[in-house]
């Protein structure tokens, strides 16, 4: 019998017609470059048309990370000081991110006719597996802030099947009641579209602080262009339904999800309250302090290696260096671990200033930590 011989085959692919490997090369390359520099796109759904910006290019069996931002704010305002920060990169170049903007709110919109019906909450939600599907991505990591939370949360009810963590940040589960929108009416009465918005971004020692940054986003959202887009959006928002969270029941969030508020923030009892609704073996709990309202402009650095440790927790970037949580004590942090299948799912976040690698834990045990 003839002795086998092993022969590795090398895929290439394949060049159009008239074209050199050296231009392929070239062209591969700007292909890379435009990627990674973002790429804007629009899609019709049942409820109108979506834009949002591709970065990157897909991983194999990695799922893409989602963001989706609060009221008042597009996805650069919301998520460009957390994304450009130094140790996010390590994380973008791993994952491929799609960044959604509501209708109307992208850069550039033009403001609704008048009578224009704009979607709820509900229905945005339900434009994501239309975004999903023209970019053909099977599963997400979900970030959302706000309205964007609540927005992801409802997708991921939905779709559970394709949504492998969320990043929740000042989510509000809850409906309006009638003392709520008594206030939000009386309110009305005496303060702008504006200070309202801002009032929901931020916390009220902020806003009587009146920093740099509530300087910079009173006047980003006082002067908007589309300042009646965003009024579409708040009252979107103010007229969302119950999510309905049950700990224990049928109504609840499959996947690993960290919740995260800031001390003193606008939303920080609504966050307590979703985190004794969630299954405690899946949710991680980070009260930021020093953040503010929105921990994701104010404290990025924490912030950043908090979804570092949450990725570990989910099987990826097992070799991350983790530094910046361990050395600070700034913040009061609770997490849990779980085991999920065959993956195991080391839910802690963070541990004592005194170690500096990622301890095990029992599935449904919780941790109290300082970060």
């Known amino acids: ?35 990674d520099q973002g790429q804007t796109h629009s899609v019709e759904t049942p409820y109108g048309s979506v834009t949002f910006t591709v970065y990157g290019t897909p991983k194999p069996k990695r799922p893409a990370i989602l963001t989706y931002h609060d009221v008042g704010l597009n ?12 140790d996010m990169q390590e994380i973008i170049q791993n994952f491929v ?82 003392m709520d929108w008594a206030a939000h009416k009386l309110t009305g009465l005496t303060s702008s579209i ?47 339904r119950d999510l309905n969270f049950e700990r224990g029941g049928d109504v609840t969030l499959k996947c690993p999800v960290m919740l995260v508020v800031g001390d003193q923030a606008p939303h920080e009892d609504a966050v307590v309250e979703c985190n004794s609704k969630l299954d405690p073996t899946q949710t991680s709990f980070l009260k930021m302090a020093d953040s503010g309202g929105q921990p994701q402009l104010t ?14 927790g989910m099987g990826y970037m097992a070799s991350s260096c983790m530094t910046r949580l361990s050395r600070s004590r700034t913040a009061s942090l609770t997490s849990a671990a779980s085991i999920d299948g065959n993956r195991s799912r080391s839910r802690t976040l963070s541990q004592s200033s005194e170690s500096g690698t990622l301890p095990s834990a029992p ?9």
């Open 75 to 86: 996805y650069k305002s919301c998520f460009q000081p957390l994304f450009r920060f130094g």
């Open 97 to 178: 991110r799609v960044h959604v903007d509501a209708p109307g709110m992208e850069e550039g919109a033009p403001v609704f006719p008048l009578g224009y019906q704009y979607p709820s909450l509900d229905q945005l939600a339900d434009m994501i597996p239309c975004i999903l599907q023209y970019l053909n991505f099977s599963t997400i990591i979900g970030v959302g802030v706000g309205a964007g939370a609540y927005i992801l949360s409802r997708y991921a009810l939905n779709h559970p099947d394709t949504v492998e963590g969320l990043v929740l940040i000042n989510i509000d589960p809850n409906a309006k009641g009638w």
């Open 299 to 312: 404290q990025p650095g924490k912030l950043t290696e908090a979804f570092k440790y949450f990725l570990q």
């Open 1 to 35: 019998m003839a002795e086998l011989q092993e022969v590795q085959i090398t895929e290439e692919k394949p060049l159009l017609p008239g074209q050199t490997p050296e231009v392929a090369k070239e062209a591969e390359l700007a292909a890379r470059i435009l990627l």
């Open 194 to 240: 504006s200070e309202m918005i801002l009032g929901h971004l931020f916390s009220q020692e902020e806003m009587s602080g009146n920093s740099e940054l509530i300087q910079k986003y009173r006047n980003i959202i006082t002067h908007a262009p589309n300042l009646e887009n965003i009024e579409l959006y708040w009252n979107s928002y103010n007229n969302r």
């Open 363 to 371: 599935p449904g045990h919780t941790m109290e930590v300082s970060c």
